[in-house]
Every structure is written in C-alpha cells, then in structure tokens.
C-alpha cells in the first residue's frame, strides 16, 4: 500500500517568506508527527497528533511554527517569515497509534536563502 | 530531559568483521528503535524494542534492549557493503511517540 508522502520535495525561498509543508499519512493512521533533521541539531520531534487534536507540541521551536491537521488525515506545517537557520529536512511519520512503530515519510527539504 | 547517545559515531569496517553499534539513553524507557538511512533518503524502520531483554534478528542485524542499564546495542555479523548507511536509535520518551534520537552512527562497509 502507499506510505506517507510528503510535499514539495525540495523547496527554496527567501528569508522572510512563509512556506507551508505538507504530510498525508498512511492511510487509518491516527497519530501523525513531525521531525526536522539538520547538520548541526541532528533529528528533532516537532510535534504529534493524534487525530486533530496535538496533544505534544513542545519541539516547535518558535511561535514562527505552526502545524494542524484536518479531518484525521492530513497536516500542515507552516513556517512564518522563514529564517536561515530553518534550513533542513523535514521528515513527517505516521502510526497506526500514538506510541506503536512510526513510518516516515521522505521529507522536504527547505532551503532559506 | 531524555538524552540518547550513541557511539560509536563513525565505524569503519572490513566486509565480513563483526562489530557493534551502542545506544545509550539518561532515563526509563521500555520502548525502542533502531532506524536506517541512506543518503538523501528517509528513515527505514529495522527494530522495535518493547521490554527488557528483547532480542531481534533481521539477516546479518541483531538489536537487544536493557532497560536496567538504559542500553541497546545493534550487532553486525559478518558485515557487507549493503549494509553502508548511518543507523539511528530512538526512544519513546513518554510511550506517546514523541521520539528522542541518537546522533546516528555513519557506518562504512569495505571490501
């Protein structure tokens, strides 16, 4: 079956430009995450959902980050007025539940010039 | 706060040596993961751990959990180039999925 996609693939902008990035889990799965890796932080949680609701928002790193998720299926995150040091991967993961074995997604790769 | 540390971070090896990767984690958890990555690629899920003492075999990949010395190790027998990849562990900090990874272990397999 399909696995969780993840779009754009690669997206360049500016300094100050909001972006959006999108996840579709895998199918029937409820919770859903958000990770970034970069060179120099490594992988880091963002935030989950379970269903709509985002019950563990705590690695967002800024009020500049925002994510939600509508209808159990499909998330957004939003990057406000994008900075350098916003450049990196951002993979996305889906669970069948929050807490069971997560399958990522390939990522976005952000670059903010 | 949860740390995960793994050593060691880069690995070298000749194909056909065996060798051992360690993941080290700074508080309780019975839930955890063992993730591989090629480059440019995303996160392939190898092991899942969920108490003390599991053991899990995949070909030439063994990974083990103790949850008493906060410690898994991922064992590589007889090594093959197919296994070049970086290796990350994981662990579930609050069984709500919210992952803490290693810095990964970049491991190069030669002839």
């Known amino acids: 079956g399909a696995g969780v996609s993840q779009s754009p693939s690669n997206k360049v902008t500016e300094k100050g430009k909001d972006v959006e990035l999108r996840c579709d889990p895998i199918?029937?799965?409820?919770?859903l995450y958000w990770y970034r890796q970069s060179l120099g932080q490594g992988l880091e949680f963002l935030i989950y959902f379970q269903g709509n609701s985002a019950p563990d928002k705590s690695g967002l790193p800024s009020d500049r980050f925002s994510a939600e998720r509508t209808g159990g299926s499909v998330s957004t995150l939003t990057i406000q007025r994008t900075q350098q040091e916003d450049s990196a991967v951002y993979l996305c993961a889906s669970s069948l539940l929050a807490g069971y074995e997560q399958y990522f997604g390939p990522g976005t790769r952000l670059t903010v010039t | 706060e949860l740390k995960v540390e793994q050593n060691p971070l880069f690995l070298s090896m000749q194909e056909g040596k065996n060798y051992t990767i360690y993941c080290n984690y700074s508080?309780?958890?019975?839930?955890l993961y063992w993730y591989r990555q090629d480059p440019g690629k995303s996160l392939e899920s190898l092991f899942v751990l969920l108490s003390n003492g599991a053991v899990k075999q995949e070909g030439r990949l063994m990974a083990s959990l103790d949850t008493k010395a906060r410690l898994s190790t991922l064992h590589i027998t007889a090594a093959v180039h197919d296994l070049s990849a970086t290796y990350f562990c994981?662990?579930?900090?609050?069984?709500?999925?919210?992952?803490?990874f290693g810095q990964g272990t970049e491991l190069s397999v030669k002839p």
């Open positions: 508080t309780t958890s019975d839930r």
């Open positions: 199918s029937g799965h409820t919770a």
């Open positions: 994981a662990v579930d900090l609050n069984q709500g999925g919210k992952l803490i």
